[in-house]
């Protein structure tokens, strides 16, 4: 998941002198990587608004490749790790788990700060005399359920077969409005430092 932002400045620059115009690709490659940067500062901020109490590794999700003036353009990916649960966050649809293994949604049992399921957790829970692991009989769901004093079961994670989700994350959508916004005011600066340099 990556978007590029690149830009051909021949035509802006064709009227400069030859030593302004040795300057320009290292200032557009300097704004086009301060662009790409900023928006990696938006979309990281705007992830705790996006999902419930996102974990610091989701936080550290989103990366940049800097521009050169040897090649004019920036990039600004997620990470391939974060990615894998991500993408769906993006575009929607449906998520099946591998062959032989079910989606745990938690319910009673305890979760850790961001929600989840700890580490562990399950495991616990299976070495729980009062505790088994399987479908009731008239449920619809097996999972994980704790036997109360009065016979009733309590359902503490639930086995699901698939997730739907639906777009929100709008990774795309973030950085494309951050690039229109920064980017000319980033090469506005850069090329004035730039020509200023190269009238020393």
Known sequence: MQINVSVDIRK???FL???ARRQIPFATAKALTATADAARIAVTRSLPQTFDRPTPFTLRAIGIKAATKRDLTARVFV???Q???LALEETGGTRTPDKGV???MPKAVAR???GNIPKGMLQRLKRQKNVFVGKPEGSNAGGFYRRLKNDKLQPLAIFFSK????PKFGFKAQVET???RVFPVALREALKQALATARR
């Open 12 to 14: 802006a620059t064709r």
């Open 17 to 19: 002198d030859d030593a």
């Open 79 to 81: 990470k391939d790790a």
């Open 83 to 85: 990615a894998k649960y």
């Open 102 to 104: 079910a989606l745990v």
């Open 112 to 114: 850790n700060a961001f």
């Open 163 to 166: 997730a739907v989700y639906r």
């Open 178 to 180: 951050v690039a229109r």
